[in-house]
């Protein structure tokens, strides 16, 4: 499996951006896919994640009711509908997949997850 993120770049506080995960190759052994985010010198931290089949979301707290996660089955590709931007924002988002039906506590987990993109970074301006 290959993961090819996308959709970052500059927008102002408040604003909106949204984020793409292609996915290619053994896409229907997918369980769950997830976005994380990871600024210099810190741990990644989840922001949000979605059961392939089926289409259950997650999300952390400090994006919860901002930022939206869905898939599109037929293209293969997920997605990350960022609003209301806030400076914190600023990072580089990585997206993941897993092959395992994770838990609702391991899908929080970077270690988890078997496959990941290359990053696309977003920066929030005041």
């Known amino acids: 499996v290959q993961l090819q993120a996308s959709g970052g770049g500059l927008v102002q506080a408040g604003g909106s951006l949204r984020l793409s995960c292609a996915v290619s190759?053994?896409?229907?052994?997918?369980?769950?896919m997830g976005w994380f985010r990871q600024a210099p010198g810190k741990e990644r931290e989840f922001v949000a994640a979605?059961?392939?089949?089926?289409?259950?979301?997650y999300y952390a707290d400090s994006v919860k009711g901002r930022f939206t996660i869905s898939r599109d089955n037929a293209q293969n590709t997920m997605y990350l509908q960022m609003n209301s931007q806030k400076l914190e924002d600023t990072t580089v988002y990585y997206c993941?997949?897993?092959?395992?039906?994770?838990?609702?506590?391991?899908?929080?987990?970077?270690?988890?997850?078997?496959?990941w993109g290359q990053g696309t970074l977003v920066t929030v301006s005041s």
């Open positions: 979605i059961r392939w089949s089926g289409g259950i979301t």
């Open positions: 993941a997949a897993s092959f395992q039906n994770l838990s609702a506590y391991r899908l929080l987990r970077p270690y988890a997850y078997d496959y």
């Open positions: 190759g053994r896409a229907f052994d997918i369980y769950v």
